[in-house]
């Protein structure tokens, strides 16, 4: 075990139970540690933006950082818990794989699913990956990431199926098509005869912060089932957004 880790972690928490900032010889004092250890931890802190030295005090405060990483984690956790209940519906509806993914860099995060009760089925697993582009939830998050999330998907543009994306234009293409239509589909682009359809989730913000899809066997989900799982996605979706806050303007 890491003990200079686990004494900054020790520290960290010690600063955010002092609401007036934290001196060197103050934390030295609590924590039981000498105080070129304690100046050293802070400065680590500063420099990787989780502190900050008040001039005035001279006394070190906790920027917003943790507050910032601790929104992600609780977003993700409000995500799932509010989309549960709209999963087992479309669970029932479709009997086909309902999954709830986050984006991850270039990849989907799958943090929630149900399986389909049929033998043949799509598979995934909370906590597996897939490349974002060829999945159905992952365009679906893509049609409004930013230029910085596309720039390292362009650079990972891979062959996985004989449909998949590889030319970076038609992917943008389809993303352009995505953001007017609202919702997203894949015609077995990362596995070959499975295909499916998406649709992304807003928090309060606006901001698109997870997607939710099934997916199942090409034969079971044609075109027209799919173009109408499409539509029915985007009505839990917009269900499941203004749960977590979400209103449009």
Known sequence: ?????????????????????????????????????????LQALVHQGF??????????????????????????????????????QLAEETRETV??????????????????????????????RAPAQCVATGKAM??????AVLGVVKNRLKQHTEKSIVR?????????DIRRSGDATNSGEWREQVVGAAAPIRDASGQVVAALGISGPADRLPKE??????????????VVSRRLGYSRM
């Open 168 to 176: 970076f234009g038609d992917l943008r293409k389809q993303l352009e």
């Open 225 to 238: 089932l799919l173009d109408k799982s499409g539509l029915r996605l985007i009505e839990v979706t917009e």
């Open 99 to 128: 999954h709830l993914s986050i984006l991850d860099g270039a990849e989907v995060l799958y943090i929630e699913k149900i399986d389909s009760p049929q033998p043949v089925r799509a598979y995934t697993s909370v906590g597996g």
């Open 51 to 88: 502190a900050r030295k008040n001039n005035d005090t001279n006394r070190y405060e906790l920027t917003m950082k943790l507050w910032e990483l601790g929104s992600r984690t609780a977003n993700k956790l409000d995500v799932r818990l509010e989309s549960l209940p709209f999963m087992k």
């Open 142 to 147: 893509l049609a409004w990431a930013d230029e």
């Open 1 to 41: 075990m890491d003990k200079t880790f686990i004494k900054g972690l020790v520290l960290l928490e010690a600063m955010a139970r002092n609401d007036k900032g934290s001196g060197v010889s103050e934390l030295a004092t609590q924590l039981l540690l000498n105080k070129s250890n304690v100046h050293r931890l």
